[in-house]
């Protein structure tokens, strides 16, 4: 097999199952006969080494280059056109797809194929808005706030104060949610300070403009505050390390979001929430809160360093889960404070605790549960009509708030619960880390 030579990150590619995509699966099987229907990638004799996962960007276009090994190939086809001659080449065991193919399309996955002794291989053309090399091109995300973007190399604010992204630097009271795709393909966004009083600009002269629920009164209370104001639906942030986040929190909290409604996936946190702001609602690892009723919010396969300081505790992953939170897991920087379901007689928490069984109104307001690690609590509460109510409601799916040795045995990350070996570098000994997807 040849070794393909470093590929400009605009148009480079990689194997699905390296990259780990949402709903990615990785390649395996036979090459299908039947061309219009259904593919089950894979590859066969004739085809030795091939890309599932292709880039266009729309920014700065550029060919689109696919290393792949056979001996000729029969035609491509984009969206079900059959590509003219002149529209592609394949040599040295690259094809490469014409720039102009690609250039009337829009952000989002699209469908190329490969035909090869009358059988093919499907290649998703990922069409991005930019390719992110800079702080600059970072910032830039917030004038197209439902695009797709891949970091091309480290980030490092310098620990400069940064404004949310959804939140308008010019316009103190507009407010928007991030309905994009984020892919840190590996990469770090580093050294980010969240401040999120604005000194005096906005109605309530205290906060980042009004809070979300028309009070104003409430000095912004309610305002989501993290790298992104809030994600939504079809938000997807993957495969980044954030590194070094200062939040001072305010309202809901959290080093990626101060509302998660979309995918967080494949992302590790180091992180400290400062709460000492007397505005400071919901602090989390990740999310201040993750899902609603109208919005699901699925944080999976996230690892967790974090430390807080200041009047109101920060959970592990989310404060508040009314989503889903699946193979994750945090652990405290500093020090490891008290289990929520922490048995003093036997030193140890049960192997059957469950967290939803465990947190009820009651608890609550019986315990407070204020200083005790969690990874979220499942649900949610609030004020109705005078009374305090609390709404059960999410998933904790094998996550936990662990103690930092748990890291240290990558039997703790097995492959069938989503730890991609493709994605994630797991060393007896050592921290997990992201690969970084080169080019």
């Given at each position: 097999m040849k070794k393909f030579a470093k590929i400009a990150v605009a148009a480079a590619l990689t194997v699905c199952g390296v990259l780990g995509f949402a709903g990615c699966d990785k390649v395996e099987g036979t090459l299908t006969d039947a061309p219009n229907k259904g593919v089950v990638a894979g590859v066969s004799k004739n085809v030795g080494k091939y890309s599932a996962i292709a880039y266009y960007e729309l920014d700065r276009p550029d060919d689109v280059k696919i290393p792949f090994e056979t001996e000729k190939i029969q035609k491509v086809s984009f969206k079900y056109r059959v590509l003219d001659s002149k529209e592609y080449k394949f040599k040295d065991d690259t094809l490469t797809v014409k720039k102009s193919v690609f250039k009337s399309e829009t952000a989002g996955d699209k469908r190329l194929r490969i035909f090869v002794d009358n059988q093919y291989v499907e290649v998703t053309v990922r069409v991005v808005t930019k390719v992110i090399y800079n702080t600059e091109d970072f910032n830039s995300m917030r004038s197209n706030l439902n695009g797709a973007y891949v970091l091309g190399a480290d980030i490092d604010f310098g620990n400069e104060e940064f404004w949310p992204i959804g939140k308008s630097i010019s316009d103190k009271e507009s407010t928007a949610t991030f309905e994009g795709i984020f892919d840190g393909m590996g990469y770090s966004v580093k050294n980010i300070t969240i401040n999120a009083y604005d000194n005096g600009e906005g109605e309530d002269n205290l906060g980042q403009g009004p809070s979300l629920d028309g009070n104003k009164g409430e000095n912004g209370r309610n305002y989501n505050n993290g790298i992104f104001m809030s994600t939504g639906g079809s938000a997807q942030i993957i495969n980044t390390n954030f590194v070094n986040i200062t939040v001072n929190c305010q309202g809901l909290s959290g080093s990626i979001a101060g509302f998660n409604g979309g995918l967080i996936k494949n992302c590790k946190v180091t992180c400290t929430l400062n709460t000492n702001g007397d505005y400071s609602e919901r602090a989390g690892g990740i999310a201040g809160i993750n899902g609603s009723v109208d919005a699901n919010g699925r944080?999976?396969?996230?690892?967790?360093?974090?430390?807080?300081?200041?009047?109101?505790?920060?959970?592990?992953?989310?404060?508040?889960?009314?989503?889903?939170?699946?193979?994750?897991?945090?652990?405290?920087?500093?020090?490891?404070?008290?289990?929520?379901?922490?048995?003093?007689?036997?030193?140890?928490?049960?192997?059957?605790?469950?967290?939803?069984?465990?947190?009820?109104?009651?608890?609550?307001?019986?315990?407070?549960?204020?200083?005790?690690?969690?990874?979220?609590?499942?649900?949610?509460?609030?004020?109705?009509?005078?009374?305090?109510?609390?709404?059960?409601?999410g998933d904790i799916e094998n996550s936990d708030v662990v103690r930092k040795e748990f890291f240290l045995d990558p039997a703790n990350f097995p492959e069938e619960e989503g730890w991609d070996k493709d994605i994630w570098n797991f060393t007896y000994g050592a921290y997990p880390s992201l690969k970084t997807q080169n080019r």
């Open positions: 944080i999976e396969n996230c690892i967790v360093f974090y430390s807080w300081t200041g009047k109101v505790p920060s959970r592990g992953i989310a404060d508040w889960n009314s989503g889903v939170i699946k193979n994750s897991f945090a652990a405290l920087k500093d020090d490891y404070v008290f289990h929520m379901g922490y048995d003093s007689e036997t030193k140890s928490i049960p192997e059957d605790f469950d967290y939803d069984e465990y947190i009820t109104l009651d608890n609550f307001t019986t315990y407070g549960l204020g200083w005790y690690t969690s990874p979220a609590f499942p649900g949610s509460m609030g004020w109705v009509d005078g009374e305090l109510k609390y709404y059960k409601g």
